[in-house]
């Protein structure tokens, strides 16, 4: 019972972790804009397996998201018209899965206490508060993933002690790995096969894996996977596997791909922001199980969930902070099993090089803190000139939880953990939810989408817009909105003179005017929009215009 209550409060916390922000944080450009547009086609065109960015097919990731997002749409009764929050919901349910799962994995390697550690941290870390206000692959990944992993730890846990292995676990196993596939590919096989490889190089014993069912397994991952890419792949003629595989997956390991290309070295910089606040902690507790892994097999599971993904990743060349995600529940059930030892035994002396490591964390935690709290103060006002109140609530809480994360004891104690959970949770709440929303200088796309309504002539008119040419602009205004450059508004404009509007930055007013002038016409200006397009950096002053009459 006390288990089931356990279980209850994470998944509500986790949703209370990421609730805030999920309807007043407009769009981000660029990549969850390009995924809830393709599914709002999805719902216009009431084609579930094609993937379609307005004319242009969008094959870079398999279909499972927009499923789910999909299913988010209809049953918030809105279909297409679906505001943005309702995308939302399915990673904000993803990471509380994905808490879900972690907990019941800490529950039966380490026991409760661990268990809720380890939901706590996962619910708390600045990557899944992230991810879960974002709807796009990450978060639901995340949640087969960790289902995924902690149905594996289970079996090689029972195997090794020669113990019955529970008949759920590896259909658990197989149905995430299956789902996995659908909504990004590879990535749970490869942690997990990562970690058997990396089990297997150390104890070279491989009997446990007939545990897993493996004919079976992949039959199921057949029967899960498989349709739809038979699907798509005779409906694109061909085109999605070479894309996703020959060019997006294959891209990324080969070169950098889409302006991320990075040196190793990338993942140990973020980790500190993507980990915090509790990545100090995790970096202690991952060094005592280094020192006791050859002890343990549970530990040496933790360190194999973690370790050889984490350096797959720092190798390919193509680096975005939420790749090396999947990895970090493993640190986090280390948190949770740090717990369980005697005092004495958790904070026994680190070896000098593993003293250097976890300074260096410290600091990382330090700049990480000062930073959050002086975005939280400083952002509004350097981007609106105004001081927001809540800024200072913001800032308290991000550099509370840095300073209870603080520890000089390795081992941190379950209230002390739930106190730092608690104000990462205001800080992103605040963050989120408030102070980015209020940075009305970086929105361009919604005052523009207000600009629009508010003035245009027909309940047919079709927006084109030359130079900004962000998903987002499409995801609110329409899926018919055309995205040009200044020669092309002009042909819109002079294709339906009557209803037609145009966006153009201001600078290109003149010329806009003389492509029209041929045909004896000119616009108006009937808005105007300034403000800093965050994706290129750009300052923009871009004005709606119509023909005149």
Avoid at 116 to 138: N, P, Q, S, W
Avoid at 277 to 290: D, H, K, N, R
Avoid at 325 to 350: K, V
Avoid at 472 to 489: A, E
Wanted: net charge positive; aromatic share 10%.
């Amino acid at each position: 019972m006390a288990l089931n209550r356990n279980y209850i409060l994470l998944f509500l916390f986790s949703l209370m972790m990421t609730a805030s922000g999920l309807a007043s944080l407009p769009p981000i450009d660029r990549d969850e804009s390009r995924f809830v547009q393709a599914t709002k086609q999805m719902a216009e065109s009431g084609d579930y397996v094609d993937i379609r960015f307005q004319e242009a097919s969008r094959y870079q990731k398999p279909v499972g998201i927009y499923w789910l997002q999909s299913a988010a749409v209809t049953l918030s009764g809105k279909g297409a018209e679906a505001p943005i929050w309702v995308y939302r919901t399915v990673s904000a349910l993803g990471i509380a899965i994905a808490v879900l799962a972690i907990a019941w994995t800490g529950t039966n390697l380490f026991g409760a206490n661990a268990g809720v550690v380890a939901g706590l941290v996962m619910a708390a870390i600045f990557a899944t508060a992230f991810e879960g206000r974002d709807a796009k692959t990450d978060a639901m990944l995340l949640a087969c993933c960790v289902a995924a992993q902690g149905a594996l730890a289970q079996i090689y846990l029972a195997s090794r002690r020669n113990e019955p292995v529970a008949g759920h676990l590896w259909w658990i196993f197989w149905i995430a790995q299956g789902a996995a596939i659908l909504i990004k590919g590879p990535i749970a096989p490869l942690l997990s096969a990562l970690t058997i490889a990396v089990l297997f190089a150390f104890e070279r014993d491989g009997r446990w894996l007939s545990k897993l069912r493996i004919g079976r397994g992949l039959l199921l991952v057949v029967v899960i996977a498989l349709p739809w890419l038979a699907a798509i792949t005779w409906k694109s003629h061909g085109a999605f596997l070479q894309q996703a595989v020959g060019k997006d997956m294959l891209g990324k390991i080969a070169s950098g791909e889409e302006s991320h290309g990075l040196p190793p070295g990338f993942y140990m910089l973020t980790y500190s922001l993507f980990m915090w606040p509790f990545g100090l902690i995790a970096v202690g507790a991952g060094l005592q199980a280094l020192n006791r892994l050859r002890d343990d097999p549970r530990l040496r599971f933790c360190l194999a969930w973690y370790i050889p993904f984490w350096l797959v990743f720092e190798l390919i060349p193509t680096k975005l902070p939420h790749y090396v995600l999947p990895a970090y529940p493993g640190m986090a059930l280390l948190i949770g099993w740090l717990l369980t030892l005697q005092p004495e035994d958790a904070n026994a002396p680190l070896k000098r090089w593993q003293t250097w490591l976890w300074w260096s964390t410290a600091f990382g935690l330090v700049v990480v803190s000062l930073g959050l709290a002086a975005v939280c103060v400083g952002a509004p006002i350097y981007l609106t000139h105004t001081f927001s109140w809540w800024s200072i609530p913001a800032a308290v809480a991000a550099l509370g939880a840095g300073y209870l994360a603080f520890s000089r004891q390795l081992q941190v104690p379950l209230p002390r953990i739930g106190a730092i959970a608690a104000c990462a949770g205001i800080t992103y709440g605040l963050l989120f939810g408030v102070i980015a929303p209020s940075l009305k200088p970086i929105w361009l796309s919604p005052a523009i989408e207000a600009a629009v309504s508010a003035n245009k002539p027909c309940d047919t008119t079709v927006l084109a817009s030359a130079r900004y040419q962000e998903p987002s602009l499409v995801f609110l205004v329409g899926t018919k909105t055309v995205l040009t450059d200044v020669g092309g508004l002009a042909e819109h404009l002079l294709a339906d003179p009557a209803c037609a509007l145009g966006l153009a930055p201001t600078e290109d007013e003149q010329k806009l005017n003389g492509m029209l002038s041929v045909q004896g016409k000119s616009v108006n200006r009937v808005a105007e929009v300034d403000g800093l397009n965050y994706s290129s950096g750009d300052k923009l002053s871009l004005g709606l215009y119509r023909v005149a009459p």
